[in-house]
């Protein structure tokens, strides 16, 4: 039987293309321009819109990044739109991009991309910048074949993937510009895990279950969520100075109820209560 709490009726944002759904410490984000999930400079908008309500919202621990429906979770850039603007407006289209994905990246709560059905070009640089990514297995493939369009991966492609897999690694998936199945993206380290599912619901509802496990009071959210910023923020900068954010990110998390909590229980020999303070 399914106890979770159910999500709140999902809203969608200014420009319809995202919606957003809270409840009992997970915010679902879903892309929602069907049939394949492509972004535009409005989707952007509204995906900004959300990662900033999640962020600022301290009932929130942990982002779900969704696309709507059972074969994409995201095609990338819309290529119609692309064919129809300016090369300065796409400059700027792909600026503001990565500076939302960035917003995404540094927000200080997990974030899970739960990829039911394709996840190609830019829809897997969108989840790249998600700190986990759970497969649905069977549903789809994954990659980066922008070069087959003469361009490279023009929204943090190039950066996470070669971050994430090495540089050899990386340039060669990007060079060959070949999907593969979500069998391969976790051989490769590309997902996390992959689940059984029968469809869209129970994959969506066995991910949400599984996010809900990184939240009060089974989990201290606020500790899981400075580990991320230790990484995000640690990994470019000099040991020394990696260490230094460590400590000072470990010395916030010392004065914390979670942080007392978390001793006492051990102490005590009981599983803790955590409540993200």
Not at 100 to 113: D, G, Q, S, Y
Request: glycine share 12%; charged share 20%; net charge negative.
């Amino acid at each position: 039987m399914d106890t979770r709490p159910p999500l709140s009726t999902p809203e969608p944002l200014a420009h319809g293309l995202v919606t957003y759904s809270p409840g009992a410490g997970v915010a679902q984000i879903t892309l929602c321009n069907p049939p394949a999930n492509g972004y535009s400079h409005e989707m952007m908008l509204d995906l900004d819109q959300a990662i900033l309500r999640a962020r600022f919202d301290d009932g929130v621990a942990v982002i779900v990044l969704a696309g709507q429906g059972e074969r994409f979770f995201c095609a990338g850039a819309d290529i119609a739109m692309l064919g129809k603007i300016t090369p300065s407006f796409k400059y700027a289209f792909c600026l503001h991009a990565n500076e939302t994905l960035l917003r995404l990246e540094h927000t200080p709560k997990l974030v899970i991309a739960a990829l039911g059905g394709h996840c190609v070009g830019g829809g897997l640089e969108v989840a790249l910048a998600a700190d986990l990514r759970v497969a649905r297995k069977g549903s789809g493939k994954c990659g980066l074949p922008e070069v087959k369009l003469g361009v490279l991966p023009g929204t943090g492609g190039t950066q996470r993937l070669a971050r994430l897999l090495g540089s050899s690694r990386a340039i060669a998936l990007m060079a060959q510009g070949d999907t593969f199945d979500y069998d391969e993206a976790e051989a490769l380290g590309l997902v996390n895990r992959q689940i059984e599912a029968a469809d869209e619901a129970e994959f969506m509802g066995a991910v949400l279950d599984w996010a809900q496990t990184f939240t009060p009071p089974e989990a201290a959210s606020g500790a899981i969520g400075l580990i991320k910023r230790a990484v995000q923020s640690g990994a470019d900068l000099p040991l020394e100075s990696g260490l230094a954010l460590e400590r000072e990110l470990q010395q916030r998390l010392f004065q914390t109820d979670d942080a007392a909590e978390g001793i006492n229980a051990f102490q005590a020999k009981r599983p803790p209560k955590f409540t993200g303070q």
